[in-house]
């Protein structure tokens, strides 16, 4: 009889080691951080792209300074940047007090991190970048040919609350020479303080996405003081967005209709939204 047990006690552990050496290749089939499977923008030399990021490294409840570590979700800054790089662009890396932008650890586990995630580990090059982003107060939007805003639930305490960063799009966006601008999940809240020349918001009728309500609930992580699909909604946006059995598995990008801004929904947007980007760029 113990013999037995210890047999079947081996038989399920080997089972559950299969499962767990299983389960990122899992995660990755049913819809996290997919594949892009779209064409490749060919840019023109000379380009350049500014990322903008978090401050903010602590997952508090409003009014406290003390939790959980947060920051940026590694894919939506590594996507954007090696798409751009790897396309011959010029990639500049921002946040709004320049410094130190915070990388998730949990984005970086072995569960849900990604080759580019891997990749930008080992570059230091990129790593020296992110530890000593350049603030946003000393940057020059007009300057650039994508302005793309990187998620993660630390920019949901700092980007959305920037007047200078609604500003600045609000330069780029009339400059002579205009980017193209967006951003994925949290990243999109850097947009609802820019304004068009009558004082309006500048997003307001204008289709777009980020990450959902219903993704945010399903996650539990609500304690954040800002949650995108509400915050678009709220600025005049026509909300577009997928949705899964759990809305971490969906993807949706959107272009507007003047193709001035692209927004892709969540983490699992970044490829198809740097791409769509670099496609109007190219045009």
Known sequence: MRALLLKTLGGIIVIVGLLALALPTLLHKAGLHPEYQGEIAQVPAGKRALIIATNQAVLSAPGETTGAATGVMASEITHPYYNFMDAGIQVDIASIKGGVIPVDPQTLGRLVKTPEDDRFMADAAFLAKVKNSIS??????????????????????????????????????????????????????????????????????????????????????????????????????????????????????????????????????????AQKMMAIIAQ
């Not at 990187?150 to 949901?156: E, F, I, T, V, Y």
């Not at 303080?193 to 004082?199: F, L, M, P, Q, Y």
């Not at 003081?225 to 969906?250: C, M, N, W, Y």
């Open 136 to 273: 946003v107060a000393d940057l020059d939007f007009t300057q650039y040919d994508i302005i793309f805003l990187s998620g993660g639930w630390g920019a949901a305490y700092d980007l959305g609350y920037s007047e200078l960063l609604g500003e600045k799009i609000s330069d780029a966006f009339y400059a002579q020479h205009k980017p193209v601008i967006g951003g994925v999940c949290h990243g999109v809240l850097g947009l609802i303080n820019a304004k068009d020349r009558d004082g309006n918001l500048l997003i307001a009728g204008r289709r777009m996405t980020g990450v959902t309500d219903k993704q945010i609930k399903e996650l539990d992580i609500e304690i954040t003081p800002q949650h995108p699909e509400t915050e678009l909604r709220k600025a005049g946006v026509i909300f577009e967005s997928s949705s899964a059995f759990r809305d971490i598995f969906a993807t949706h990008v959107v272009v507007d209709d003047e193709q001035r801004f692209v927004t892709g929904q969540n983490q699992n947007s970044g490829h198809e939204t």
